[in-house]
C-alpha cells in the first residue's frame, strides 16, 4: 500500500523521522499555492493552527468535518483564532457505519 506523503512545517525541527515526511522548505501559504498548482489529489490538513493561518488566508477550499456521537466538554475550540466571518455552505454529508456524520462544506466569505 502506497503511503500518503506528509509536509511537515515547523520552525525548529531540522528532519522529521517519518519515511513518508519532509519538511517544507518554504512558508506556509507560499507551499500550499505551490501545492494547489499542481494537479493530482487533494491537500489535507490535519493542524489546528494550519487550518487557522489557511483559513485566515482565504487559502481552504471545502472543509470535511466529522461529528463523532461523543460528548467530550472539553477540547480546544477549532475556530477561536480566525479573524473573518465565515459562512459555511453545505455540499455534502456522509454518514458512517459508526454513526459519525461528515459534513462537508465550502467556505465563502460575505
Known amino acids: 500500500m502506497d503511503k500518503i506523503p506528509k509536509l511537515v512545517f515547523s520552525k525548529t ?9 519532509e519538511l517544507s ?3 506556509l501559504n507560499e507551499k500550499v499555492l505551490e501545492l494547489k498548482q499542481q494537479s493530482g489529489k487533494d491537500i489535507s490538513v490535519g493542524s489546528r ?3 487557522i ?3 485566515n488566508s482565504n487559502l481552504i477550499d471545502e472543509f470535511q468535518i466529522c461529528v463523532h456521537p461523543i460528548i467530550e466538554g472539553k477540547g480546544l ?6 479573524k473573518d466571518r465565515i459562512i459555511l455552505k453545505l455540499i ?3 454518514i458512517l457505519k ?3 456524520t461528515v459534513f462537508y462544506y465550502e467556505p465563502t466569505r460575505e
Open 53 to 55: 493561518q489557511l483559513l
Open 92 to 94: 455534502k454529508t456522509k
Open 77 to 82: 475550540k477549532l475556530f477561536d483564532q480566525i
Open 25 to 27: 522548505d518554504r512558508p
Open 49 to 51: 493552527s494550519l487550518i
Open 98 to 100: 459508526s454513526g459519525s
Open 13 to 21: 525541527l531540522k528532519e522529521t523521522n517519518w519515511d513518508s515526511a
